[in-house]
C-alpha cells in the first residue's frame, strides 16, 4: 500500500527557513515522480516542485524559483523540500504526492509546472506552514 508522509511544517518568520520532509512507502521512488503541492487559505491548491522520474530532473513554480529546493534521497525513500527566504504568501498546506506506475489517467490529479503535465495518483494528509511575524 502507498504511503506518503508530511513531516516539517509550522511557524516561520519572514525570510526564515524550513525542511519539509516527505517520508514514503509501498513503492519504488526511483521509478515514479514526485513533488510538493501547496493550498493556501481560499486558494486551489498549486504544483511547488516535483521530481521526475526519467532522469530525475527538478522543476518548480515560479514563485519559489531560487529559494525552494527539492531532493530525492533513494536509501531512505524521503523526498525534501528545503523552503529558503520565506514570504507571507508561503503559508499554506504543503502536500507530498505520487505519480504512481501503471495506473490509469482517471485514477490521476493533473498539474501543470514547469511546463509538463504531472498526473498525480496518491497524497499524503499535509503539514501545515505559517509563515507570519
Known amino acids: 500500500q502507498v504511503q506518503l508522509v508530511e513531516s516539517g511544517g509550522g511557524l516561520v518568520q519572514p525570510g526564515g527557513s524550513l525542511r519539509l520532509t516527505c517520508t514514503t512507502s509501498?513503492?519504488?521512488?526511483?521509478?515514479?515522480?514526485i513533488g510538493w503541492f501547496r493550498q493556501a487559505p481560499g486558494k486551489e491548491r498549486e504544483g511547488v516542485a516535483c521530481?521526475?522520474?526519467?532522469?530525475?530532473?527538478?522543476y518548480y513554480v515560479d514563485s519559489v524559483k531560487g529559494r525552494f529546493t527539492i531532493s530525492r534521497d533513494k536509501a531512505k525513500n524521503t523526498v525534501n523540500l528545503e523552503m529558503n527566504s520565506l514570504k507571507p504568501e508561503d503559508t499554506a498546506v504543503y502536500y507530498c504526492?505520487?505519480?504512481?506506475?501503471?495506473?490509469?489517467?482517471?485514477?490521476?490529479?493533473?498539474?501543470?509546472?514547469?511546463?509538463?503535465?504531472?498526473?498525480?495518483?496518491?497524497w499524503g494528509k499535509g503539514t501545515l506552514v505559517t509563515v507570519s511575524s
Open positions: 509501498g513503492f519504488t521512488l526511483d521509478y515514479s515522480a
Open positions: 521530481i521526475s522520474s526519467s532522469d530525475g530532473s527538478a
Open positions: 504526492a505520487v505519480d504512481h506506475p501503471g495506473r490509469p489517467n482517471y485514477s490521476k490529479e493533473y498539474y501543470y509546472l514547469g511546463g509538463r503535465l504531472w498526473g498525480m495518483d496518491y
